[in-house]
């Protein structure tokens, strides 16, 4: 697989870019060190951020793939590099919730922190324009998004993933209070899990001290932005 070579860049998102290779069938993705938060409007640079991203994103793939989810995930080139496999993204955030926070917390006027009875899940537009709005089932397929089988595919997908993940931070002191992912389908129409699992897409709270570390560092101005990232980073190779 290192065989494949790294071609023009067709993408370049708030925190990674995308490249061709030589091959149809995969991509390479590279890990910035650049942040943005609010839909683009705060921006900043958190050093090291890439590396970690690159890594703990593989690392949380090849534990999910142990446990029967399909991700893109295919190979590690560098420290900030991956192979992955090439798909086309469904535009929706997918999001899991176990505890209220972020934008949660506001829309219901429920405290963050406080316990969801059971792990909710949430779709988003992936529409910068638009804001990423909210959009539930009957609109995903009614827009043409996901057709209602790709979309029952996702949920189970995502429940999955909170699943194994939850259980995996629960093991090193760390909650999972909430996390967005990304689905892609392959060129087979198979719907596998996509993008990355990171401090950038997650909220993690230190188990005893409800210590965020997380982006919520750098969202909210909350210094010890890098440290977050490198404890986190710390803990998992502890496993
Ligand atoms: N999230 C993300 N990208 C986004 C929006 C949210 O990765 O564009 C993640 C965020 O890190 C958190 C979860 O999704 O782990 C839920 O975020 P929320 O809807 O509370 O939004 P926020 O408060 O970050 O605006």
């Known amino acids: 697989m290192s065989s494949v070579k790294k071609l023009e860049q067709v993408y370049e998102g708030k925190a990674k870019k995308v490249f061709k290779t030589d091959s149809p ?8 060190d650049d942040a943005t938060a609010f839909n683009g409007l705060k921006h900043g640079t958190i050093s090291g951020k890439g590396v970690i991203n690159n890594k703990m994103s593989n690392a949380m793939f090849a534990l999910l793939e142990k446990n029967g989810v399909k991700t893109h995930f295919v190979e590690q080139l560098s420290d900030r590099e991956t192979v992955v496999k090439a798909v086309k993204i469904v535009p929706l955030e997918i999001i899991i919730r176990n505890v209220a926070a972020g934008s949660f917390s506001k829309r219901y006027g429920v405290e963050e922190g406080t316990a969801l009875k059971c792990p909710t899940l949430e779709f988003s537009l992936k529409n910068d324009e638009l804001n990423d709005p909210l959009i539930n089932d009957s609109h995903i397929i009614a827009l043409g998004v996901a057709t209602e089988k790709e979309l029952d595919s996702i949920k189970k997908l995502a429940y999955k993933v909170n699943d194994v993940l939850k259980e995996f931070f629960a093991g090193i002191g ?10 892609g389908r392959l060129s087979n ?3 596998i899990l996509a993008d990355e699992i990171s401090p950038d897409t997650c909220r993690f709270w230190d188990a005893k001290t409800n210590e965020k570390l997380d ?3 750098f969202r909210r101005d909350l210094g010890g932005v890098e ?3 490198q404890e986190i980073f710390k803990r998992i190779n502890s496993k």
Do not use: S, T, W
């Open 25 to 32: 069938d995969y991509y390479i993705v590279e890990y910035k």
């Open 174 to 183: 760390v909650k999972l209070i909430d996390f967005k992912i990304e689905a």
């Open 189 to 191: 129409g198979e719907i």
């Open 215 to 217: 982006k919520d560092r």
């Open 227 to 229: 440290e977050a990232y």
